[in-house]
């Protein structure tokens, strides 16, 4: 049986879908649940469905005779990882901005907690278990309904001076103008960023503009009608995919890490998305990283999860006053 300081609860807060694990230092998964996020009723409603997550796990760790010693976050927004609070947020998750996250869990489950940004945790599952396990560094680029990214040095991400470190869907693309020559609005409050034109509500948008309508379509349709031959949304996803692999290509030759890791909704639309994305990274990168692994995550869904797990067992096997 594994001892309480190596095993935990990790937790996964999305937009759309609250996840959990009971999770050993092995990476071996014991149980999971997962309920939907109630992301428009604000952060109580949002921190009750996580808290009562993890008492169902605990209440089942005793089932199986497992005493978990801490829990980890992987959550939307920008993470203070000293105190586990939620720095800022989009309005994905409303009034999530100024949560105390860690703090609130901890209270309530008598557990220690740890939290930091679910981008982060997705790098730390995927480094652990995953696509990028044994590199010495990693770059993760996640295309979804956002772009985010993380590095990983050492074994831990790279967090920044104020926790934003990774918000690579706000880095400026020669890709985001309209037709006018006008950059396109960012989720940000900026303009001309490359989730303006990469994220997949972006690609939908882009879809709209150049079809003309006015239609309720999605990037996933785009990207189906895009496979079944539709020559606007090929050009639209395309575009999308163009402009994440020039800006992957140029961080590569900023950060030289061992490995890159994509992942995201976005890039399981295929090969239509995949070989314009990799074209794109190859023409961008310096000779001397011609040989650098570009891969896909494989963990999916289950990578934040694993990864805020791995942050909870990283962060109780050091002394207190070595934390951060």
Known sequence: MPSAS?????VDIGGTKTAAGLVDAAGTVHAADSRPTPAAAGSAAIL?????????????????????AAVGIGSAGVIDARDGSVVSA???LTGWAGTPLAAHLSRHTGLPAYAVNDVHAHNLGEHWQGA?????????????????????LAGAPHLGSRAVA?????????YAYDDGGRPLPCSCGRAGHLEAIASGPSIANLYRRLAGTGDAVSGREV???AAAGEPLALQALTLGAQAAGQAVGGLANVLDPDRVVIGGGVSAAGELWWTPFLAAVRSELMDPLAGLPVLPAVLGSNAAVAGAAKLALDRI????????
């Open 6 to 10: 190596h095993c935990v609860i990790g």
């Open 48 to 68: 009750a469905t996580a808290v009562g997550l993890v008492e169902s796990l605990l209440a089942h760790a005793r089932t199986l005779g497992l005493r978990p």
């Open 90 to 92: 989009t309005d994905s």
């Open 132 to 152: 990028s396990a044994g590199a010495e560094s990693s770059l993760l680029v996640a295309v979804g309904t956002g772009v985010g990214g993380s590095l990983i």
């Open 166 to 174: 990774g918000h690579v869907g706000h880095l400026a693309s020669p």
């Open 223 to 225: 990207a189906v009608r």
């Open 317 to 324: 096997d050091v002394p207190e006053e070595t934390r951060v």
